[in-house]
């Protein structure tokens, strides 16, 4: 099956920094991605989509000049997320989508990234 | 916006018996519907899929039924065993291409 993997798996940094996120899909082209986060205990939530070439579309209540996506190539999207605070610790997964554009398509996860801002 | 969401938190099981895991959704336009696995500190795993043309979906001891009547959704898992001890999410994809609602997630612990 479609294989995706981020890195690192985990990260800790001090309050203010800045944290790098990678996601690849090692087997396939994706012409889109996705960044969710996940809280403990809580469900995934969608932060944006990263389109191939393209600026990235956030949801609702997302800082986008916190949370810059790029998406450079068909297999590699990065997050980092600006000067991070403690609030931001939190579970970050992305996904790519494996089929044909416009066509609703498998999203394939990542294993995720734990992020701890002390 | 309009969410998918599960009623039970928690389904406790004895090895081998089968698992019915719920899920109800309010999106009458989704037309894509998604169950995943998800084992601690790691991501979703894909586990089986229906589209709303169908009803009933099978795969290797699952089976994903759709109640569009209702907005419902289950995964049923057959001969249950202690690997399928996870959190279960649904999701849901409408017109927005690919982008998926994820539902609160039930916890699966299948005792030996």
């Known amino acids: 099956g479609a294989v995706v993997s981020q890195h690192p798996s985990w990260v800790i940094c001090k309050s203010g920094t800045s944290v790098k996120i990678e996601c690849r899909s090692l087997d396939f082209q994706a012409t889109t991605m996705f960044w969710y986060r996940q809280f403990p205990k809580q469900s995934l939530m969608l932060m944006a989509t990263?389109?191939?070439?393209?600026?990235?579309?956030?949801e609702q209540g997302v800082e986008k000049d916190k949370f810059l996506i790029n998406h450079a190539s068909l297999t590699l999207s990065t997050l980092t997320v600006t000067s991070a605070h403690p609030e931001d610790s939190s579970f970050y997964i992305c996904?790519?989508?494996?089929?044909?554009?416009?066509?609703?398509?498998?999203?394939?996860f990542g294993p995720g990234t734990r992020l701890l801002v002390l | 916006g309009e969410s998918v969401g599960l009623h039970l938190p928690t389904l406790s099981v004895q090895e081998g018996d089968n698992s019915i895991i719920n899920c109800a959704y309010s999106n009458s336009a989704s037309d894509y519907f998604i169950w995943y696995k998800q084992e601690s500190g790691k991501g979703p795993q894909f586990i089986i899929d229906?589209?709303?043309?169908?009803d009933k979906r099978q795969g290797q001891r699952v089976t994903v039924l759709l109640n569009k009547t209702v907005k419902h959704l289950s995964l049923q898992i057959a001969a249950t065993q202690p690997g399928d001890s996870a959190v279960y999410f649904c999701a849901e994809s409408g017109t927005s291409y690919g982008k998926l609602t994820f539902g609160q997630g039930t916890i699966l612990t299948v005792h030996p």
């Open positions: 996904s790519a989508g494996a089929g044909t554009s416009g066509v609703q398509e498998t999203q394939y």
């Open positions: 229906i589209r709303s043309n169908m």
């Open positions: 990263s389109n191939e070439g393209s600026k990235a579309t956030y």
